[in-house]
């Protein structure tokens, strides 16, 4: 028996899935789960609320059953171009992780915390980094360049790098699955719609371009982050309004986005106050699907020839204003969602465009920590 332990640490959350994998290998038998759940709420200062990172996990590892486990598999938000696949966890691994701290403030942090107690309470465990990043490498230059001095860009490692590789990956995978196509002839947009967003145009398989660049702030508008901007606002901010730069990142990060626009980063929230008819919601949402539909344009140009349009995590698979509205207007392009399809109550990947439209809009679950123990397994056998 394999069992694999897979830790999402996100910056004020622990996800946590302890896995028996019979085969020892994910893809060939549906694993069993012998635990999951998530700790929130992390360094609030409410009761109840964990301190920090390392208290969360102290008391979830306390409580699982660790014993045989064959290996630690860790999201890890920022690879940088270091890391193409999953790493094998040594100092070496750990210190280029740090190294890039500052191009994921809210995430590489967090996920340095999960390796180091992991690494403490299990020693001889092998502990795997699977980087959000990785499924990107494969951009071409053009669509991983900025458009700046070349010099400064290569110096200071300016570069589109891209996230949510691992959810991108196992989505665009499970579409051609849905679709009984192969992957390498599906050309799919997803759409990872969560706390943060990103939309991703993947050709037979292969990243190749995707919405979040340098960090995971740029693209679409995300719960508490800005996504793309005129970046002469962070110059006004601070020349005119006397911001200083860490407030402005603050500003960007944290209090943007929904939040900003409506002060609520939860669609659920925001869906309930636009219903009630306020006015900063029902702008906020057409800020939020209006970007999504500017991307869904871009990306199709992108590849030329679209099949799907897949829409994944907690606001992509649970909110059909979002998929209606982000796709309105499309049907010209053969992008259109059928609204009783839209509207079921159904789980699951599923078709939600009307049958036999041009392109297929879905709806897939991502798994993230499915794929994790998969690429996990895949490094340590
Ligand atoms: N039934 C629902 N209707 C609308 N939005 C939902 C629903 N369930 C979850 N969401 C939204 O999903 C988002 C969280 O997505 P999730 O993928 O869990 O995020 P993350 O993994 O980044 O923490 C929140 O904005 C939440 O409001
Ligand atoms: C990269 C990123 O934005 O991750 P999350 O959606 O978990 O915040
Ligand atoms: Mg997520």
Partial sequence: MTRVLV????SSSVKYRLLDVPSGRVDEVEPAVVASGTVERIGEDAPGAPR???????????????????????????????????????DTVIAAIRELVPLAPLHNPANLAGIEVARALLPGVPQVAVFDTAF?????PAASTYAIDAETATRY??????FHGTSHAIVSRRTATLLDRPLAEVNTITLHLGNGASA???EGGRSVATSMGLSPLEGLVMGTRSGDLD?????HLHRVAGMP????DDLLN???????????????????????????????????????????GAYYAELGRLDAITFTAGVGENAPAVRAAALAGLDRLGIEVDPVRNDTPERGARVISPPGAPVAVCVVPTDEEWEIASQTLGVVS
Avoid: K, Q
Wanted: proline share 3%.
């Fill in 52 to 90: 920090d990172h390392a208290e969360a996990l102290a008391t979830v590892m306390a409580g699982l059953p660790l014993d045989g486990l064959t290996a630690v598999g860790h999201r890890v938000v920022h690879g940088g171009l270091t890391f193409t696949a999953p790493a094998i966890v040594d």
């Fill in 254 to 296: 944290r209090r943007s986005g929904l939040a900003g626009l409506a002060g609520v980063n939860d669609m659920r929230g925001l869906l309930a106050r636009r219903a009630g008819g306020d006015r900063a919601a029902a702008l906020a949402f057409e800020v939020y699907c209006r970007r999504i539909r500017s991307y869904v």
């Fill in 231 to 235: 970046p002469t606002i962070i110059f």
């Fill in 136 to 140: 990107h490498r494969t951009l071409s």
């Fill in 157 to 162: 490692g300016i570069h589109r790098y891209g």
């Fill in 245 to 248: 730069i860490d407030e402005i």
């Fill in 7 to 10: 830790l999402n640490c996100g």
């Fill in 200 to 202: 991703c145009a993947v």
